[in-house]
Nanobody, 127 residues
Framework: QLQLVESGGALVQPGGSLRLSCAAAGFTVNNFAIGWFRQAPGKEREAVSCISSSGSGTEYADSVKGRFTISRDNRNGTVNLELNRLKSEDTAIYYC????????????????????WGQGTQVTVSS
């Protein structure tokens, strides 16, 4: 079955940048819509972004729009999330998730649509 692995989490200063990656073991992530979610201590999980399996459709939460960019690296078979102009409120465990799409051109940042989840990677934004 699909196994997702996130990487790239780190401690960064406010205003800094980071790149997270999501890879699938045994399968290509190109077969799935991929979403990023995050959860901070004491808070509920929230959606961040998603990219359609075709790569043509993306969605962003209002809190990250204009700062984060999701993309597919088809050569390496990964989905990346670039975090720019980071704020302390971006601190959270970031999770990669996947679902099999019915329409390859779109994705949705609705958590209960996703059937596979990675283990998470910690992003800490602090001076």
């Amino acid at each position: 079955q699909l196994q997702l692995v996130e990487s790239g989490g780190a401690l960064v200063q406010p205003g800094g940048s980071l790149r997270l990656s999501c890879a699938a073991a045994g399968f290509t992530v190109n077969n799935f819509a991929i979403g990023w979610f995050r959860q901070a201590p004491g808070k509920e999980r929230e959606a961040v972004s998603c990219i359609s399996s075709s790569g043509s459709g993306t969605e962003y939460a209002d809190s990250v729009k204009g700062r984060f960019t999701i993309s597919r690296d088809n050569r390496n078979g990964t989905v990346n999330l670039e975090l720019n102009r980071l704020k302390s409120e971006d601190t959270a465990i970031y999770y990669c998730a996947a679902y099999t799409p019915k329409v390859r051109a779109v994705c949705h940042i609705v958590a209960n649509m996703y059937s596979h989840w990675g283990q998470g990677t910690q992003v800490t934004v602090s001076s």
